[in-house]
């Protein structure tokens, strides 16, 4: 059974290109939105070459690519996924004009990766179809996807939404308190604290840091995440572990000033040429490569794992 929805994707960044990926090769019928005459003419492109590598070129005629809000056929939308820049003045205004425009019933939801969906949609009519919708870069090949519930959020619908992101071959999970981060970025925050301090403090460097994660812990997360991953070592030895470490790791309430140091001097990672690295055109392009193979490989061992996509 296809759980086809007709989809909206505003805003054609790399979030918004890549999240269109994944409903185009699940059969949605999707509407790119994106003002920016620069961005929106280099999607085609764009969109073609990704469909290919996902290994369905002849999706590419699920996507239409649109100037303007005011070109979508708005009675038809089932689901509007907000991916537009980091701001929540933008944001807010933007969910003030869907909740205008869409059908009573379509989900409204928001890639936003720090926002609360409650304060994104705060005060607007229909609480109850308001979602954050989470994916992670890059949107087309990591599995995870976050269903966050706001205050107002309506759980059965929560669960609808979650099912058809796993019709689109997404893993999702839902998320039921709309905390700052959501669920895998604080997770994410809370082992980088400890990184950052571990760096701060001269226990190790950056690149032994990444070394310990990549080529230690991280490596089993494949396999198993924290919580399973202590059941098949031992509770007790973990909590042993616990009583001895929890005192001493870091619970800094502001960025580590290893971090914020490379902000103010510029040092922002790749996009700026340095960060905890230093990059040039053609290192950034090798690295990208690089990662992006794992992650694909990654992909193909995880695939009896993951959804399949229906469409």
């Known amino acids: 059974m296809t759980l086809s929805r007709t989809c909206v994707v505003i805003g ?8 269109a990926l ?22 085609p492109a764009r969109l073609a070459a990704g469909l290919a590598a996902l290994g369905c070129p002849d999706r590419l005629d699920r996507i239409e690519v649109h100037a303007s809000l005011d070109d979508v056929d708005w009675p038809e939308v ?12 933008i944001k807010r205004a933007l969910f003030a ?26 005060g607007l009519p229909g609480p109850g179809r308001f979602f954050g919708l989470h994916y992670f870069m890059p949107a087309h090949l990591v599995p995870l996807v976050e269903v966050v519930c706001g205050a107002g959020s309506d759980a059965a619908l929560a669960r609808e939404v979650a099912e058809f992101m796993r019709s689109t071959g997404k893993v999702p999970v839902i998320v039921k308190k709309d905390l700052p981060g959501f669920l895998a970025n ?59 470490m929890y005192p001493g790791l870091a619970a800094g309430k502001e960025p580590a000033k290893c971090l914020t140091d490379r902000v103010a001097a510029g040092r922002l990672g790749m996009k700026a040429g340095a960060g905890f690295y230093d990059w040039t055109p053609e290192t950034i392009a090798a ?25």
């Not at 909740?99 to 705060?122: G, H, K, M, Q, V």
């Not at 604290?193 to 403090?201: G, I, K, S």
């Not at 812990?217 to 001895?244: C, E, I, N, S």
């Open 97 to 122: 004009d869907l909740a205008r425009r869409a059908r009573p019933d379509a989900w409204l939801t928001s890639n936003s990766s720090s926002f609360p969906i409650s304060a994104i949609a705060e």
């Open 22 to 43: 994944t409903l185009a090769r699940a059969g949605c019928p999707t509407h790119l939105v994106e003002t920016f005459d620069h961005v929106r003419e280099a999607l």
């Open 186 to 244: 604080r997770l994410q925050h809370a082992l980088g604290r400890e990184a950052l301090a571990l760096v701060e403090a001269g226990v190790a460097t950056p690149e032994d840091v990444d070394a310990a994660v990549r080529f230690g812990f991280g490596f089993r997360y494949l396999a198993a995440g924290p919580l399973l991953q202590r059941d098949h070592a031992g509770l007790d030895v973990h909590a042993a572990a616990a009583a001895t």
């Open 78 to 89: 089932d689901v509007a996924i907000e991916a537009v820049p980091e701001r929540l003045d």
């Open 12 to 19: 054609g960044g790399t979030m918004g290109a890549d999240i």
């Open 287 to 311: 690295e990208r490569a690089r990662y992006e193979a794992i992650l694909r490989g990654a992909l193909s061992l995880l695939e009896p794992e993951l959804p399949k996509v229906q469409g």
